[in-house]
Structure formats: C-alpha cells, structure tokens
C-alpha cells in the first residue's frame, strides 16, 4: 500500500472517530435535558398536588363561630338562636339583710340605683342561663329600673312595685313578671321576709310561657351597647389610668378594684368582696359605665331620676377610665348611647358591664 493510501485511511478513521464522539455527546445533552424535563414536569406535579392538599386541609378546617352570633348583652360568640332570645331583668335586693345573693356572678349586665333611704338595688340581666335554680332575693320594681331593663327588650322579674311605677307596669308594652300576682316564686327560712322571695330560670320561664310574651328581639332592634370585635383589648382613647373607682353610695360605700391579671373591677360593699352565695364568686366585671343624674324625689322619698335628655358619665375599662356623654331621646322607647367628648360612640370590651345612676352632686372617686 502506498504511503498516499494510508495517510487517506487514516484520515477517514480520525473522521469517523470525531462524527462517532460528537453524536455521544450529543445524545448525551439530549438525555440530560430530557431528565431535565421530567424533574421539572414532577416538581410541577408535586406542587400541583401539594396544593391540592393545602386546598383539602383549608377547606375541611371549620369556622369556629359557624351558626354562632355576638350576644348583644356581653359581646361574647353565643349560639345564633340564643343571641336571638331576650334576656330574664330580675330586681335585687341589695341590702345588708340580704346578702350573700343567689346567682348575681352568673348576670351578664348589672345595673345599680339608689331606692329610698340611700339603699341601692341591683337590676340584673341575664342570658340563657338554664340552670339557675334559685336567683334573688328578689325584691320590689322603680321606674328607672324598669325603663333600663326595657332598653334589652328583657322580660322584667320583680315582686311588688311603688305607687309611681304602676302607670307603666299597667302598659302592655312592658314584659313585667310580679311575684305578688303572677310568676313562679318561693321563699326559703334561712332570712325573713321581705328577703327571701326567689325565682328559678325554669320558673320564670314558664310564666313567660303563660303570658304569652316574646322570647325573641323585636325586627330591627338595637342594643344600647356597641362591643368591640377585634382579638385585642380596646381602651378609652383618652384615658386616665383607674385602678380603683368610688361610686360614693352612702348606704353600701361600693367600690372596684382593677384586677391587670384578670383585666376585670372586683366588686367590693359594706367594708368587703361581694360575694355569690352559690358559686361563692367575687362579682367582676369587663365594663363599668356611670351615668350621672339629675337628683330629684318625690314627697315620700322616692327617687324621680330623669333618665332621658343629655347628660354627662365615665367609662372605665382595662385599667383606664374617661369622661363621656350619654343621651336618651325617649323616655319609655329607644336605648341610651354613650359617646365620648369628640361624639363617637364608646365601644365596649366583650364581657360582664355594670351600669350605675349616681347624683351629679355626688360623683364618683377615681384613683
């Protein structure tokens, strides 16, 4: 073989070896971006399907307040049908005579007002509590506890009534329950009367029953409270700090201390805590609102307060209090709203409240 001919085959081998080496490579780039691919294709795979899954878990997790509404006594999650029933007004006696009370701890609004000789009693509201077998001593009704009991639409529980309240107990529009004439009442041996006339949930219910009253708010009804709905606590805007507060009765020399790690006022009268008699509870409370009235009475003593018109009061929650305005168009109809000095209404923290009439010549002491 010639030296030309060899130097040709030579050649052609080193081609061949070349068009050999560049298709390895490239198939081995084509198989590289094929995997490629399909890890892609299964990462986007599995995200679709661990988004799936996300949507899964999302969509099983249920609504914690499903069928449950905003009690427009306490603010707090009830049951929607429950939100929707009318609270039970009951007339405490708040005398020396008759304490320790039945049941007060369990009342989600509290209302307190001087009577005759400077005693105080207590109108206290209740919702949906079911098992409440003794509740008082319950005593006698006074106008300006019946109209506070009317602004809840609640069905008003007492056992008598003065002369000046009889005009409104005889209007169909009020929801009254009196245990001198017609309600499920006893009375127990461990006190004397008058302070030992009590009810029962059960047997104010079915005088309700009987009466053929309401159990369910009026369409369109609107509380006298607004409550705050957000996680965190709300303040008065422009507070001061209140870690005690004097109502200055001179009967009972009532007073709350704030409580930071509880964030509620205990309820202190007659020199001590105040007590229930059967939960052996201090009574609480979220809210205290005072409303400053004008002092008026009848001949015989008996209180007159105008609790309609404009006048000035506190609102103290959270540990800080501050000034605010309250007004009631009507007498007899309509809530009373509070506002702060700017005019936005005071937004309440879910919870117990106390609301208290004190004479605008008393006042209240806050420290």
Same mark, same amino acid.
């Given at each position: 073989?010639?030296?030309?001919?060899?130097?040709?085959?030579?050649?052609?081998?080193?081609?061949?070896?070349?068009?050999?080496?560049?298709?390895?490579?490239?198939?081995?780039?084509?198989?590289?971006?094929?995997?490629?691919?399909?890890?892609?294709?299964?990462?986007?795979?599995?995200?679709?399907?661990?988004?799936?899954?996300?949507?899964?878990?999302?969509?099983?997790?249920?609504?914690?307040?499903?069928?449950?509404?905003?009690?427009?006594?306490?603010?707090?999650?009830?049951?929607?049908?429950?939100?929707?029933?009318?609270?039970?007004?009951?007339?405490?006696?708040?005398?020396?005579?008759?304490?320790?009370?039945?049941?007060?701890?369990?009342?989600?609004?509290?209302?307190?007002?001087?009577?005759?000789?400077?005693?105080?009693?207590?109108?206290?509201?209740?919702?949906?509590?079911?098992?409440?077998?003794?509740?008082?001593?319950?005593?006698?009704?006074?106008?300006?506890?019946?109209?506070?009991?009317?602004?809840?639409?609640?069905?008003?529980?007492?056992?008598?009534?003065?002369?000046?309240?009889?005009?409104?107990?005889?209007?169909?529009?009020?929801?009254?329950?009196?245990?001198?004439?017609?309600?499920?009442?006893?009375?127990?041996?461990?006190?004397?009367?008058?302070?030992?006339?009590?009810?029962?949930?059960?047997?104010?219910?079915?005088?309700?029953?009987?009466?053929?009253?309401?159990?369910?708010?009026?369409?369109?009804?609107?509380?006298?409270?607004?409550?705050?709905?957000?996680?965190?606590?709300?303040?008065?805007?422009?507070?001061?700090?209140?870690?005690?507060?004097?109502?200055?009765?001179?009967?009972?020399?009532?007073?709350?201390?704030?409580?930071?790690?509880?964030?509620?006022?205990?309820?202190?009268?007659?020199?001590?805590?105040?007590?229930?008699?059967?939960?052996?509870?201090?009574?609480?409370?979220?809210?205290?609102?005072?409303?400053?009235?004008?002092?008026?009475?009848?001949?015989?003593?008996?209180?007159?307060?105008? #609790?309609?018109?404009? $006048?000035?009061? +506190?609102?103290?929650?959270?540990?800080?209090? &501050? /000034? *605010? =305005?309250?007004?009631?168009?009507?007498?007899?109809?309509?809530?009373?709203?509070?506002?702060?000095?700017?005019?936005?209404?005071? #937004?309440?923290?879910? $919870?117990?409240? +106390?609301?208290?009439?004190?004479?605008?010549? &008393? /006042? *209240? =002491?806050?420290?």
């Amino acid at each position: 073989m010639s030296k030309r001919s060899k130097s040709n085959n030579k050649t052609i081998v080193t081609l061949l070896m070349f068009i050999v080496l560049v298709l390895i490579v490239l198939a081995a780039l084509f198989n590289t971006d094929i995997l490629i691919d399909k890890e892609r294709q299964v990462s986007v795979n599995s995200a679709k399907i661990n988004s799936n899954k996300d949507n899964v878990t999302q969509s099983s997790e249920k609504d914690p307040y499903e069928n449950m509404a905003r009690s427009k006594l306490s603010g707090q999650w009830v049951e929607k049908e429950l939100a929707e029933k009318v609270p039970y007004a009951v007339m405490y006696s708040n005398i020396a005579d008759a304490m320790p009370q039945a049941n007060i701890s369990k009342a989600d609004v509290v209302f307190e007002a001087p009577v005759e000789g400077k005693i105080t009693r207590m109108c206290c509201l209740f919702e949906n509590q079911t098992d409440l077998e003794k509740i008082g001593p319950v005593r006698s009704c006074r106008t300006y506890f019946l109209l506070f009991a009317r602004e809840f639409e609640s069905i008003y529980v007492h056992f008598g009534y003065s002369e000046y309240a009889e005009k409104y107990l005889k209007n169909d529009s009020f929801k009254s329950l009196d245990g001198m004439s017609y309600c499920n009442f006893y009375r127990t041996n461990d006190r004397v009367a008058p302070h030992n006339a009590y009810t029962s949930w059960a047997g104010i219910a079915d005088s309700v029953q009987a009466k053929n009253y309401p159990s369910a708010y009026s369409q369109g009804y609107t509380s006298p409270f607004t409550f705050h709905t957000q996680e965190n606590p709300i303040v008065p805007p422009s507070g001061t700090t209140c870690d005690r507060v004097d109502m200055n009765y001179s009967y009972n020399q009532p007073y709350f201390e704030y409580d930071a790690a509880k964030s509620r006022y205990l309820r202190y009268q007659f020199g001590a805590a105040q007590i229930d008699q059967q939960t052996g509870e201090q009574l609480e409370f979220d809210n205290i609102i005072v409303k400053y009235v004008e002092p008026d009475y009848y001949e015989n003593g008996t209180p007159n307060y105008k #609790i309609s018109g404009v $006048g000035e009061g +506190y609102f103290i929650t959270q540990g800080y209090g &501050q /000034k *605010i =305005t309250w007004v009631k168009e009507n007498e007899s109809y309509g809530a009373t709203k509070y506002y702060y000095e700017d005019g936005t209404e005071i #937004i309440l923290n879910p $919870g117990k409240t +106390y609301v208290a009439l004190v004479e605008t010549s &008393q /006042k *209240i =002491t806050v420290q």
